[in-house]
């Protein structure tokens, strides 16, 4: 599975940014999926997963109530709003695959990898 990231960007604090992620084929579509991030110098952070039926979303307790993930199983997407971004947020964002259809915030369980998306926030 190929995944492709879209829609990072450059935004001043308080701004909204859409991420896309679309999967090379149908497989991610019974599997969960997650975005995770990493700052520079930072380890890779849990950010918001959801399995593969939707619905029963988990998020970092940092961005609870500004982001918001969905995926279209149709179109073997995953999408990331984020909402109210702050200079903390800034980070590569990217999009994992899970082996499993149940979500989890450990790396570990996710075997595929997009290349990331830059996001900026300035203040």
């Known amino acids: 599975v190929q995944l492709q990231a879209s829609g990072g960007g450059l935004v001043q604090a308080g701004g909204s940014l859409r991420l896309s992620c679309s999967a090379s084929?149908?497989?991610?579509?019974?599997?969960?999926m997650a975005w995770f991030r990493q700052a520079p110098g930072k380890e890779r952070e849990f950010v918001a997963s959801?399995?593969?039926?939707?619905?029963?979303?988990d998020y970092a307790d940092n961005v609870q109530g500004r982001f918001t993930i969905s995926r279209d199983n149709a179109k073997n997407t995953v999408y990331l709003h984020m909402n109210f971004l702050q200079p903390e947020d800034t980070a590569v964002y990217l999009c994992?695959?899970?082996?499993?259809?149940?979500?989890?915030?450990?790396?570990?369980?996710?075997?595929?990898w997009g290349q990331g998306t830059q996001v900026t926030v300035s203040s």
């Open positions: 994992a695959v899970s082996r499993h259809s149940y979500p989890s915030r450990a790396t570990s369980t996710y075997n595929y």
């Open positions: 959801i399995p593969w039926r939707g619905g029963s979303t």
């Open positions: 084929r149908r497989t991610a579509s019974n599997n969960a």
